[in-house]
C-alpha cells in the first residue's frame, strides 16, 4: 500500500541533499537500528559504523524500531527542513531487515510523505528488493568496490549467505551476482539507485571505470566515489589513502560515463541536520558520552 510510483521516486530526488547537490537546506536523519552485517570488508572494524556508507567514528548507540520512532518524531518537531530517513547501519540495512521493516512501517503510518534511503553492501537485495518497493522505498544506495571476483576477493574476507561461510573468489562471486542482480530489479522498478565505491589504492583504482560503466549499464542514477579512512585493527590500516586530487581525477574521467557525487561528507550512521552539520548531539545521540 506504501509502494510508490516510477514518478513520485524520481521526484524525491529533488529534495534528497545526497542525490541532488542543489537540496543542501535539506536535512536528513539517520536512525542507527541495524547493527549486524553478514560480510566482512577488509577495510571494517565492526566496532566502528559502517565505513561503506559512514565515517568510522566512535560507536553509535543501537536503537530499536520504537526508540527510532521517538527520535524520528522529535527531530521532526524540531527541523522543518528534514525531508529524508535513512537507514546506514552501523552494519548492514539488510542484515537486519525486521527491525528495519518495522523501523519504517511505524514511520510511514506516522508521516505519508518523508523519503525513505537505506545504504546496502547488497548481498540480500534479491531477496529483500521487492519488500523495499512496498514499503515505499525509493532510494538505495549499494556499495560496489569491484565487478571483478578476482579483485573483490582482495576486498572482502569473508561472505556468510544462507547459513554458510564463503571465502575468497567463492564469496566474492556470490556477493557480485547478488549485487547486480539486486540493483537490476531495484532500478527496474523505478527505486534510484546511488553506488557508493571505496577507492583502494593498488586494489581497485584503476578498476573503477569498469565499475562504473557496469552500474550505468544498470541503470543507476549516480555514483560517490569515496576516499578510504583507514581504520586501525582492520586489514588495510596500512593501505595509502587516495587524495582528495586523485579522487576527483577519477569522479571526473568517470562523470563521462555517469553522473558523479562529490559532496559526499562520509557520515556516522545515526547523523543529524544538512550534510556537513551534525545535531546529533542536540538531537538525540549520545555520541557526547560514548568514546571509543
Ligand atoms: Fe543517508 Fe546515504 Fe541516504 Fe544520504 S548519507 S543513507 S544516501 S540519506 Fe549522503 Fe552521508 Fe555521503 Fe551517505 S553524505 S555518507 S552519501
Ligand atoms: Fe563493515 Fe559495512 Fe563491510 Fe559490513 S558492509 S563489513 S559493516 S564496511
Known amino acids: ?41 577488509n577495510y571494517c572494524v565492526r566496532k566502528f559504523d559502517c565505513p561503506n556508507e559512514s565515517r568510522p567514528g566512535v560507536t553509535t548507540t543501537i536503537l530499536t524500531p520504537e526508540e527510532a520512532f521517538e527520535r524520528f518524531k522529535v527531530v521532526k518537531e524540531k527541523l522543518p527542513n528534514l525531508s529524508v530517513v535513512g537507514i546506514a547501519g ?16 511505524i514511520i510511514r503510518d506516522y508521516d505519508p510523505d518523508i523519503t525513505f534511503c537505506l545504504s546496502t553492501n547488497g548481498l540480500m537485495l534479491p531477496l529483500y528488493a521487492q519488500e523495499l518497493v512496498d514499503l515505499g522505498v525509493s532510494h538505495v544506495t549499494v556499495t560496489v568496490n569491484a565487478v571483478d571476483p578476482k ?11 544462507m547459513g554458510m561461510h564463503f571465502i575468497g573468489e567463492t564469496a566474492a562471486a556470490i556477493l557480485l551476482t547478488n549485487q547486480l542482480n539486486g540493483i537490476k530489479l531495484l532500478t527496474s522498478k523505478g527505486i534510484v539507485c546511488k553506488i557508493n ?14 565499475v562504473v560503466a557496469k552500474m550505468k549499464e544498470l541503470d543507476c ?12 585493527g582492520s586489514a588495510f590500516e596500512d593501505l595509502p ?20 557525487m562529490y559532496h559526499c561528507k562520509q557520515c556516522r550512521a545515526d547523523a543529524i541536520g544538512i550534510l556537513g552539520e ?15
Do not use: W
Not at 539488510?94 to 527491525?99: G, M, Q, R, S
Open 1 to 41: 500500500k506504501n509502494m510508490l510510483s516510477k514518478e513520485t521516486m524520481l521526484e524525491k530526488t529533488k529534495t534528497h541533499p545526497c542525490y541532488n547537490c542543489g537540496a543542501h537546506e535539506h536535512a536528513r536523519i539517520h536512525l542507527p537500528i541495524a547493527p549486524r552485517c553478514n560480510i566482512q570488508c
Open 278 to 292: 551534525d545535531l546529533s548531539i542536540e538531537l538525540g545521540s549520545c555520541r557526547g558520552k560514548c568514546s571509543p
Open 221 to 232: 542514477y549516480m555514483t560517490n566515489i569515496m576516499q578510504l579512512i583507514p581504520v586501525k
Open 90 to 105: 552501523p552494519g548492514d540495512a539488510l542484515a537486519n531487515f525486521d527491525e528495519t521493516k518495522k523501523t519504517l512501517q
Open 197 to 210: 565505491i571505496v577507492t583502494l589504492k593498488g586494489i581497485n583504482d584503476e578498476h573503477i571505470p569498469e
Open 151 to 161: 579483485i573483490g576477493a582482495k576486498v572482502y574476507k569473508y561472505v556468510d549467505y
Open 241 to 260: 589513502m587516495a587524495s582528495q586530487v586523485e579522487i576527483n581525477k577519477i569522479r571526473k574521467n568517470c562523470g563521462e560515463t555517469m553522473k558523479q
